[in-house]
């Protein structure tokens, strides 16, 4: 059994709850409150940009060409299959520059992107690849699921599609091929820690929906944060 087939069965309880969570199973009824998917990309945009900067801290690291390409590989994949579409997002629902630079990131968008710097300090590709890993396959097999009957909302069924690619299974199957490789070339101990990183970057994910579907902020007055 590979590494990721190994840390996939490991957090399938977790993958369930993410794909049956009140969010997803709205969105794919066309029924999610328009604020609450409003809330989401905003946050889900400081999220990416999290996210790619990872991918060039990963690049930065590799002394292999090969898996250096392949990181910046993945923010290609960023820009094209999720970025660019956001902000056709962001220009249909009317949400300006403004209004992202006054929404405070979550505590959610806050606690996972600091989870994978965490990974990035320890100066470990498979780490890293490992914590990267959940958000790329996850909304793989969740764009699947919902492709069966797809969204009767327009808006909700663009962003499905984003998911059920061509392309975006091969950037999918790419990053599994990668962290495998490096699983490989580690030492037992690192390969817990990956599959740690992995487990937390998927009860992340999951706290994510709760995040967009409760509109979350930090327990302070509205007017202090």
Known sequence: MTFTDEARKAVEQIWCQSKEHPFIVELKAGTLAPDIFRFYLIQDRYYLEQFSKIHFKAAE????????????????????????????????????EKEI??????????????????????NSLARIA??????YWLY????????KNGSPNPLYQRWIETYESESYREAVLRQRRLTDYLAEQTSPQERIRMKEAFIISSYEELDFWEMAYIKQKWGLKNDEL
């Open 61 to 96: 690291l590799a002394t292999d060409e090969t898996i250096k390409t392949i990181f910046l590989e993945g923010v290609k994949s960023l820009e094209v299959a999720e970025i660019s579409v956001r902000d056709t997002f962001f220009k249909e629902l009317k949400v300006t």
């Open 101 to 122: 630079l006054e929404t405070p990131i979550a505590p959610a968008a806050y606690h996972y992107t600091s989870h994978m710097y965490r990974e990035v300090a320890s």
């Open 140 to 147: 793989q097999e969740i764009g699947e699921e919902l492709m």
């Open 130 to 135: 490992a914590a990267l890993l959940p958000c």
